[in-house]
C-alpha cells in the first residue's frame, strides 16, 4: 500500500504542476468563490456584534415620583426582578442620577449648575432578555405605586429591532447564496479539470485500472487545490480585517466594526471544510460521467 | 481462449450490430477479423472488453463466463487483454517511457517491476533510441510501437488491435504486423479487426468475415476477398 500511496502523491504533484494553467484557474476560482463567502462571513459577525450592541442599549427606565416611600421602592424593586422577561435590573438614586449628569455635561459647568441636585428622579433600569418584550414590560409597570413614567424608546426601538431582523435576514440569504455560487464555481471548475484528461481516463480504463484508482489523484487534487483557495482567500480576509476593519475601528469609536483574529480563523477553518467537501464531492459527481463502463 | 456462443447485439432503437455470432478462438491463435466498416466488428471488440452487453448470448474470455463479472471486476477482465488502436491513444505529455509505465502504474505494479519490465518492452519493440522522447516527437509507426508496447507490458494473454495499420502507410504497416506476429509465436492471442486488404493477404492466418452482423465466412489460412484462396 506504501507504494500506492507514492503513486498518488507523485501523480497529484505531477499533474498539478503539468497542468499549471488549469490548476491555477481552479485554485483562484475556488479562491473567488471562498473569498465571497468568507466577507458575507466576516461581514455577518460584524453585523452580528452590531445589532446585538444595539439590542443590549434598549433599557426600560422607570422613573420613580420624589414622594414614593422606601417600602413602596422596595416592592417595586422586587416585583421587577421577579419578572421573567427581566434580565437585570440596577438601581439609580437621585445622587447617583445627578451624579451620572453631571459626569455627561462636566464639559459645560453652565448646564450642571443650573440644575438642582434634587431635580433628577430616582429610576429603576431594566436590561431584558429579549428586547421585544419592552412594550409589555412597560405597559406592566406603568401606574404601579411610587411609578412616575415608564420609558423604553417607544416606536423608535420598534423600529431598530424591525431594521436589525431585515438585516439578519438579509445575512442569511446571502450566506445562502455565496454559498451555491461557491459550490457551482468549484464544480464546475473541476468538472473542466477532468474534461480536459477525460483521454487519460479512458486508456486508465482500457489497462483496467480500478475506479478507485483512477478516482483517488482526482480527489487528492480537488483537496489541494481547496486548501490553497482557502488559505488564499483567508490571507485576503485577514489583509481586510487588518487593513480594513481595524483602521475604521480607530475612526469610528461607536460601534464594533471589526471582528478578532479569533474569528478569521474560525472563518478559515469554514472555508477550507467547505472548501475540500465541495472540491471531493464536486470531483466524484463529475467523474461519475466518465467512469461508467 | 476466447469463445462466443449465439452472440446478438441489438442497440438502442433497433440497430442490429451483431446476429447469432458463435466463433471460438484458441489460445495463441492469430485471428484476423475482416469486413466493411458497419459489418460489426468494432462492436465484437467491445463486447469483448465489456464496454457493451451482449443482448443475447454468452461470451467467454480467458475461461471465464464476463456476462456474469460483476462490474467492480471489469477492471480485472482488462488487464488479461492488451488493446491497440488506429490512433494510438497515448498521452501527449508523457514521454514513451511514461506512456508505457503509466498501464502498470495504474493497476498497482509495485516500482521495481515498472523499471525492469519497461525498458525490456520497448527494446522489444524496437524504440530504446526513443525512451525519453513525446509522442509528437515519433513517426505514426513508432507511435504504434510504443502503443503495442502499452499494451503488452503486463503480459496479458489476449491482444485486441483494431486497425493497429489504419493510419500507416504499406511498409510502416508491414513492420507492424511482423512485430504482431512475433509477439504471437512468443504466446500471445492475437485478434486484429483490419479492413487492409495487404496485411491479410500477406499473413495468411485465419481470417472471420464479417458481414450485417454475420459470420459469412471463417477460413484457416485466408485472405482478405472471398474465394482468393
Keep these: 500500500m506504501a507504494l500506492r500511496v507514492n503513486y498518488f502523491v507523485d501523480e497529484t504533484i505531477s499533474n498539478l504542476r503539468r497542468n499549471v494553467l488549469l490548476t491555477l484557474a481552479a485554485v483562484s476560482t475556488v479562491s473567488i468563490s471562498l473569498l465571497l463567502l468568507g466577507v458575507v462571513l466576516v461581514g455577518g459577525e460584524v453585523l452580528k456584534k452590531m445589532v446585538s450592541s444595539w439590542e443590549d442599549k434598549v433599557e426600560l427606565n422607570v422613573f420613580l415620583r420624589d414622594e414614593a416611600t422606601p417600602e413602596q421602592v422596595e416592592e417595586l424593586g422586587s416585583s421587577i426582578s421577579g419578572m421573567p422577561e427581566v434580565s437585570q435590573r440596577f438601581f439609580e438614586s437621585k445622587e447617583q442620577a445627578f451624579e451620572e449628569y453631571r459626569r455627561m455635561f462636566k464639559d459645560s459647568p453652565a448646564i450642571v449648575e443650573n440644575v438642582d441636585p434634587n431635580a433628577l428622579p430616582a429610576s429603576y433600569r431594566i436590561k431584558l432578555k429579549d428586547p421585544n418584550q419592552a412594550e409589555a414590560v412597560a405597559a406592566r409597570l406603568q401606574g404601579q405605586p411610587g411609578v412616575d413614567e415608564v420609558q423604553f424608546g417607544g416606536e423608535a426601538m420598534k423600529r431598530l429591532l424591525k431594521f436589525t431582523g431585515v438585516v439578519k435576514t438579509i445575512l442569511y440569504i446571502g450566506i445562502f447564496l455565496t454559498l451555491a455560487a461557491a459550490i457551482l464555481l468549484i464544480a464546475n471548475t473541476i468538472r473542466l479539470g477532468i474534461y480536459a484528461r477525460r483521454k487519460e481516463i479512458g486508456i486508465m480504463k482500457l489497462v483496467g485500472a480500478t475506479n478507485w484508482f483512477i478516482r483517488v489523484p482526482f480527489l487528492f487534487e480537488g483537496a489541494v487545490q481547496a486548501v490553497l483557495g482557502a488559505l488564499l482567500a483567508s490571507g485576503f480576509i485577514f489583509a481586510g480585517k487588518v487593513f480594513g476593519l481595524d483602521r475604521m475601528q480607530e475612526v469610528i469609536l461607536f460601534l464594533p466594526m471589526t471582528v478578532g483574529s479569533g474569528t478569521v480563523l474560525r472563518v478559515f477553518f469554514i472555508l477550507l471544510l467547505v472548501g475540500i467537501a465541495i472540491g471531493v464531492f464536486g470531483s466524484t459527481l463529475a467523474l461519475r460521467r466518465f467512469l461508467e463502463v | ?229
Design chain 2, 1 to 229: 481462449m476466447i469463445r462466443l456462443e449465439n452472440v446478438s447485439k441489438v442497440y438502442k432503437g433497433s440497430v442490429v450490430a451483431l446476429r447469432d455470432i458463435s466463433t471460438d478462438i484458441q489460445k495463441e491463435e492469430f485471428v484476423f477479423l475482416v469486413g466493411s466498416s458497419g459489418s460489426g466488428k468494432s462492436t465484437f471488440i467491445r463486447l469483448l472488453l465489456k464496454e457493451e452487453q451482449p443482448s443475447e448470448g454468452v461470451i467467454y474470455v480467458a475461461g471465464k463466463d464476463i456476462n456474469q463479472l460483476p462490474r467492480w471486476r471489469v477492471p480485472y477482465l482488462r488487464r488479461n487483454i492488451g488493446c491497440v488502436f488506429q490512433d494510438f491513444k497515448l498521452l501527449s505529455n508523457k514521454t514513451v517511457r511514461e506512456n508505457v509505465a503509466f498501464a502498470l502504474e495504474v493497476i498497482g505494479r509495485p516500482k521495481h517491476i515498472i523499471n525492469q519490465r519497461v525498458p525490456a518492452i520497448i527494446d522489444l519493440v524496437g524504440l530504446s533510441e526513443k525512451l525519453t522522447n513525446y509522442p509528437n516527437e515519433l513517426s505514426g509507426g513508432e507511435q504504434q510501437r510504443v502503443c503495442i508496447a502499452r499494451a503488452m507490458v503486463n503480459r496479458p494473454p489476449i491482444l485486441l488491435a483494431d486497425e493497429p495499420t489504419g493510419n500507416l502507410d504499406p511498409s510502416t504497416s508491414a513492420d507492424i504486423m511482423n512485430l504482431l506476429e512475433r509477439l504471437n509465436e512468443s504466446g500471445t492471442t492475437v485478434v486484429i479487426a483490419t479492413h487492409d486488404h495487404a496485411v491479410v493477404d500477406r499473413s495468411r492466418k485465419r481470417v472471420i468475415e464479417l458481414d450485417g452482423g454475420k459470420i459469412v465466412r471463417d477460413q484457416v489460412r485466408g485472405v482478405y476477398g472471398m474465394g482468393g484462396a
